[in-house]
Every structure is written in structure tokens, then in C-alpha cells.
């Protein structure tokens, strides 16, 4: 019969994933020799070859980002391969962290020749990940060149 489900898949990102099952409740009475594990690239609808594993798990590393895809395993014995087993829903290629977005533009709310403070709002999506510090560049006026003026740690808006 075909590997048992549901099938597990982790560690998901940008180039690749971890995929895990559990093996047939019945082997057709020879012991399973390997598996093959097949990805669908939703974008072409061609399925092609992950590799065979000797267990019931193994490493995808040739995922291209931001595509999506699907899964599907089958056993192999001495009397064949069984039906598959699929993955139950799509996966999108992708880092679980990203970038954050921009914070909004600093409003300008005390200020002398010498000095100038600045206050902003948090960025809408902090890409995943808690916003770890700012860093705060200048220029002169007319000038094309931003220089660094200040880096704050944390998730301080002034």
C-alpha cells in the first residue's frame, strides 16, 4: 500500500524542506526497499524527481524561490511502487522571516542648530521578526551622498 499520511512537511524555506511520512501499513508481504518523493512545480504542472530515500523522511534543496509546490511519495518493493501519497496542500518556497517593511516618514519634534529629534511609527509588518534596532542616515541638503547619524538598538521610535 501507499506511505501512510498525513505527510509532514517542515523547515520550509526559500530553497528547500524537510519531508516526512510514516511507512505503508502494508508492505504486500516483501519489505520496502526505498521511497520516491516527487515535487509538483504548480506554476509548469510537471512533477519531477525529489530523490529516493532508504526512511521516511528527506532533505528537498532544489526549491526555486517563491514558487510553489506540492509533494507525493510512493513505496518501492521488489513487486513495484504503490500509489502515492500526497501532500495535502501547496507550499510557497519562501524564508519564514523577510525583511521589514519601512517605518513611516520621522516627524521633526524638537529642534536647534545643533541638534534635531525625531519621532516615527513602527513598520505595518516587521517581516516575522521583532524590529531589533533603526538606523537613522542624513544628508545634506542638495547633496546625493546619506550618511549614518545614529543606529538605535530595540524598537525605540525617537
Known sequence: GPPEGPMDITGIHKNGCKIAWKPPKDDGGCPIEHYIVEKYDTDTGIWSLV?????????????????????????????????????????????PFTVPLPPSAPDVVDWSEAHMDLE???????????????????????????????????????
Not at 532544489?62 to 500526497?86: H, I, Q, T
Not at 517581516?127 to 525605540?156: C, F, L
Open 51 to 95: 530523490g529516493t530515500s532508504p526512511t521516511c523522511d528527506i532533505q528537498c534543496k532544489d526549491l526555486e524561490p517563491g514558487k510553489e509546490y506540492e509533494f507525493r511519495v510512493r513505496a518501492v518493493n521488489s513487486e513495484g511502487e504503490s500509489d502515492n501519497l500526497k501532500s495535502l496542500r501547496p507550499i510557497i518556497a519562501k524564508d
Open 120 to 158: 516615527w511609527k513602527e513598520p505595518i509588518d516587521d517581516g516575522g521578526s521583532p524590529i531589533t534596532g533603526y538606523i537613522i542616515e542624513m544628508k545634506v541638503r542638495h547633496s546625493s551622498e546619506w550618511t549614518v547619524a545614529q543606529q538605535i538598538d530595540g524598537n525605540r521610535r525617537k
